[in-house]
């Protein structure tokens, strides 16, 4: 039995993942990451409440993102409790994000947390596992907006950590900091995969979804009006890939999961996006 780590995950999209796991993949384990280990504990009781029989597949891990430390401590509970008999990790679910906040701010969760949670765990993933870094059509949008050197800048195949680091720390306080660390998180996905070619690594949308974070950008309206979808709706493309046949490393995909350009918004159910 091998395990899925999933972030952010005591509520909404993540919570909405965990569950889909348990449900429809019966062999494997999940363990629960939540900021908050007393918001993860209530998170694992409403998922029994579901079923009491997942709770020999569900594991609550204290884990915030956002701080090294935190990660680090992650990474060795999970150490602590390898061995023969323990399950391997085989998917990495980047789900936690945040959505307002100064640029750093929301750069350090979005993009530098997903950084963290990958060089602590993609070493010890079995090959041909699967890491999803949970974004958003908002990066599209924010690189749409960009000149013709910042758009080459985001769609570049050769994306480097070093390079995209520098652009960070250098583009100071973003008028759109929510957008441009999702745009850098679709850009580290393509350097990601070619870290290690031996897992598959791929960045979604999970589209407008009624959550807490969702809720920053309703701007008056009900999620009603603004067409919000629910967390189980979100969960699928991250449940195509994570468990369906992989179609490539290092792209982005829509809320359909079908492939999606890194520098213009695709609407779902409009042709997929290749390279040609």
């Not at 429809?24 to 939540?34: D, F, K, N, T």
């Not at 890491?131 to 195949?157: E, L, Y």
């Not at 967390?231 to 992989?246: E, K, T, W, Y």
Request: hydrophobic share 35%; aromatic share 8%; proline share 5%.
């Amino acid at each position: 039995m091998m395990s899925v780590l999933v972030t952010g995950a005591n509520k909404g999209i993540g919570l909405a993942v965990v569950e889909a796991i348990l449900r429809e993949q019966a062999q494997y384990r999940v363990i629960l990451g939540s900021r908050d280990s007393q918001r993860g504990e209530s998170a694992w009781e409403s998922l029994l409440a579901l079923d009491q029989g997942w709770s020999d597949r569900l594991e609550v891990l204290e884990l915030d993102v956002a701080s090294d430390q935190s990660v680090t401590e992650a990474k060795a509970i999970i150490a602590a409790g390898s061995g023969d008999n323990s399950p391997a990790l085989y998917g990495l679910v980047n789900n936690a994000g945040r959505g307002t906040g100064s640029t750093a701010e929301v750069l350090n969760v979005n993009v530098y947390g997903i950084r963290r949670m990958c060089e602590a765990f993609a070493p010890v993933m079995e090959p041909g596992g699967r890491i999803v870094n949970v974004t958003s059509a908002s990066g599209p949008n924010f690189v749409a907006r960009c000149d013709a050197q910042g758009q080459d800048f985001f769609r570049d195949a050769d994306m480097t950590w070093d390079r995209l680091e520098q652009f960070m720390r250098e583009c100071g306080d973003s008028d759109s900091p929510y957008g441009l660390s999702k745009a850098c998180a679709n850009s580290y996905t393509m350097y990601l995969a070619k870290c290690y070619p031996q897992l598959v690594v791929n960045a979604c949308t999970p589209g407008f979804i009624d959550t807490d974070l969702g809720s920053d950008f309703l701007g008056g309206r009900t999620p009603a009006e603004a067409g919000m979808k629910t967390p189980a709706d979100g969960a699928r493309v991250i449940m195509s890939l994570l468990f369906d046949q992989p179609k490539g490393s290092g792209h982005y995909y829509g809320s359909d999961a079908l492939r999606s350009p890194l520098d213009h918004y695709r609407a779902p159910g409009s042709p997929e996006y290749t390279d040609a």
